[in-house]
């Protein structure tokens, strides 16, 4: 089980608390993250699993800034220059989810000279698993997270003026291409009412197929072309309420093209919905 280095506040999903929100990246902040060296913030424990699946992801995939590998005691030190930047592991809770429950979210941040850590500004943030869930949950998938979240910045950068960058739902826009690409979905990431390909079917028309992280794993490390994978975090073993976040992102690509977020009830299952499947059909 993994135990993060910090526990911070993130709101960037919840747009009725923006005002909580991380700062959004100024033009002068995307000069200083071009010219920044990337510190990827390691857990304390030198036999972690994520620390070795972390850095291997980042060695592989990370170009767009230099990088280092750094403690948190060090991180402590180093996040108020701005010469650095940073990829780091927190914990995460949202004030509209009265369940009490908390997630584990990827960040790439900015060094600035604050008083708070929730004053740096923020790249890119993505919800890796429910806090406390095996990091195999996501590990096989890390890989695309990291492109994801290089692609994201990379966009920031470009375009510092557009602030719907700030939410993930900015890649809704996408929607309509998903119809020419084929998604693989675990089983375990469906609602009850559409885990088979019948179920599916019956809401979304287009291709659509149920794998295992296998299959998941290696059309992410081939970059298949137009395959999409679906990344489902949300309430963990026994807990049978809180946040379920949805993502699809391209294996070819790294962009995302869908992401949407419910609470968890008797009605609204933790996986994708027919909600889901019916408003990506829409099209």
Not at 45 to 62: G, L, R
Not at 210 to 218: K, L, P, T
Not at 253 to 279: C, E, F, P, Q, T
């Amino acid at each position: 089980m993994k135990k993060s280095p910090l526990l911070l506040l993130f709101i960037l999903l919840v747009p009725a608390v923006s005002a909580q929100q991380r700062p959004y990246p100024t033009v002068d902040d995307a000069e200083k993250f071009r010219k920044s060296v990337t510190c990827v913030v390691l857990e304390a424990d030198q036999f972690s699993f994520y620390n070795a699946e972390i850095k291997d992801a980042v060695n592989k995939y990370w170009k767009v800034t230099p990088v280092k590998y750094i403690n948190t005691e060090e991180f402590n030190v180093m996040r108020n220059d701005p010469a650095y930047s940073f990829i780091v592991l927190t914990i995460t809770n949202f004030s509209n989810d009265k369940s009490g429950s908390t997630y584990d979210f990827l960040n790439l941040l900015l060094g600035a000279e604050v008083d708070e850590l929730d004053q740096l500004p923020e790249f890119c943030a993505i919800p890796l698993c429910f806090s406390g869930a095996p990091e195999e949950e996501y590990s096989y998938k890390l890989g695309l997270i990291i492109r994801f979240m290089e692609y994201h910045a990379d966009l920031v950068m470009k375009n510092p003026a557009t602030t719907a960058l700030r939410y993930l739902k900015y890649y809704n826009r996408n929607v309509p291409d998903i119809m020419n690409k084929t998604i693989l979905v675990r089983e375990d990431d469906l609602a009850p009412e559409v885990n088979t390909a019948e179920r599916i079917a019956a809401h979304y028309p287009y291709k659509v197929r149920i794998a295992g992280e296998e299959e998941i794993m290696n059309a992410i490390e081939a970059k298949e072309k137009d395959v999409l994978i679906v990344h489902k975090v949300g309430p963990d073993g026994v807990k049978q309420t809180g946040t379920c976040m949805k993502m699809l992102v391209g294996t070819d690509d790294a962009v995302m093209y869908y992401y949407d977020s419910h609470l968890v009830d008797s009605k609204n299952a933790n996986g994708l919905l027919i909600s889901d499947l019916k408003r990506l059909a829409r099209f």
